[in-house]
């Protein structure tokens, strides 16, 4: 027994697609891309100059435009340091990956219906597959890379904790929007973005499958590493994470990536949840839907793309950022398991309707409503704190020099590495401070009532004895 939707979908037409068409519709996305992004620049810091009650870019052209083109003059006539110690391949390679994973994913996001291009009827679309989600997914994942690399290539402590930490979160993350994906392809019937678009012809399912859309976007969130979720690169705990150091066009294309991977999961929020690029109810409406034919989609299409982005900007002006424990916990504890639990029901649904005739569209609402109380709850539930338990004694180990009884001196660089004290051990007396108050004290006793010698002078050259 299958628990896929039934009904046949219709899928792009492709076939009268020439090389020309593909290069043309390559370009158009590179464009469009990049032209978002310079624009989404200038939309943040307006906006989170307008949020935050302080002025943002308005002395750079006309309402602050400029600011994208001093912004690209700086990145390319910085100066562009090379590591000494890096490995400069992989030092190289690591932005390379990051950006050039970033451009794949519209390659297969529907801007629209089929149209007539030069003379040929082609969709929207530069191309589609029975497994369009899944090569999204792929592609995604193959991103994280450029970071971990980049981060383990420079041979820094700082980066190397911002790589580490990403490669955590993008495990963790990705669990989670996976899973909300699944219930998209269980009542679709397909992980063709053409057809998933054409499945939400009545309802959205961003309605229908409200639990599996929030679950969605909050891991787009720490899938992209924005606020409150840029661990790897939180500029108070890490310098920057894994850009810490590069610099110039190195820097831009990590920058770039971010900010292109930002417009990657808000096409893809739009494509299976929000209807593509159909027009929302209002509008899809007028004159018996001809705002959903012609070149009318693209325009929404966008316009969508573009509500999501401003989400994202809104909560990173909003929103404080975890803490890593707490991070973690929202993604293992609270997302996949609710994720997992949607899931199910959905496939039961599913296989219910294999033998009765009921109604999809109110099941599911009326579960998405049962799952959005339980999860608001589960988030509003008092935690009760720990009372801590007094340090116990710390029983020698045989090997680890640095472990001793709690309440002694031990020394943190006994291993190799600098080791901070475990509850009830406490630092030997630092060395340097005893030297500088015995030194301190002999220049007081040596200096005679009423001189003008500076005690740090004597200081110098007692150190320097």
Known sequence: MTILATTALPTADFSEDTWWIWLIKSVVILVFLVASVILALWVERRGLGRMQTRP??????????????????????????????????????????????????????????????????TPLQLTDMPVAVVYILAVTSLGVYGIVLGGWSANSTYPL???????????????????????????????????????????WWGISLLPAFVIYFISMVGEVNRLPFDLPEAEGELVAGHTTEYSSMKFAWF??????????????????????WRAPFPLSAIGDGVLNTGWWPVL?????????????????????????????????????PVALVWLVAVAIIQGVRQFADVDLTTLLLWIA?????????????????????????VVPTAGRPDIVPAGSDFDAFAGGYPVPPLPGQTLPPSPRRARREATAMAA??????????????????SHDV
């Open 56 to 121: 943002g870019p308005n002395v750079t052209g006309p309402l602050g435009f400029g600011q994208a083109i001093a912004d690209a003059l700086k990145l390319v006539l910085k100066e562009d340091f090379w590591l000494k110690g890096a490995d400069k391949f992989i030092y190289l390679l690591g932005p390379f990956v990051a950006a050039f994973t970033s451009f794949l994913v519209y390659a297969v996001l529907p801007f629209g219906p089929e149209v007539s291009m030069f003379g040929i009827t």
């Open 161 to 203: 904790l911002g790589a580490v930490r990403s490669s955590a979160q993008i495990i963790s993350y990705e669990l989670s929007m996976g899973l909300s994906l699944v219930s998209v392809f269980l009542v679709s019937g397909s992980m063709s973005t053409s057809q998933i678009v054409d499945a939400q012809t009545q309802l």
């Open 255 to 276: 920058y770039l990536a971010e900010y292109i991977n930002m417009l990657n999961v808000s096409g893809v929020a739009v494509t299976l949840f929000l209807g593509g």
């Open 300 to 336: 929404w299409f966008v316009a969508k793309v573009w509500i999501v982005m401003f989400m994202m900007i809104w909560m990173r002006g909003t929103l404080l950022r975890f803490r890593y424990d707490q991070f973690m916990n929202l993604g293992w504890k609270i997302l996949i």
């Open 369 to 393: 409503g049962v799952f959005v109380v339980l999860m608001v709850a589960l988030l509003l539930w008092p935690t009760r704190k720990k009372e801590e338990a007094p340090p116990e004694a």
């Open 444 to 461: 007081t006793q040596r200096t005679p009532a009423g001189s003008t010698a500076a005690p740090h002078t004597q200081d110098k050259e």
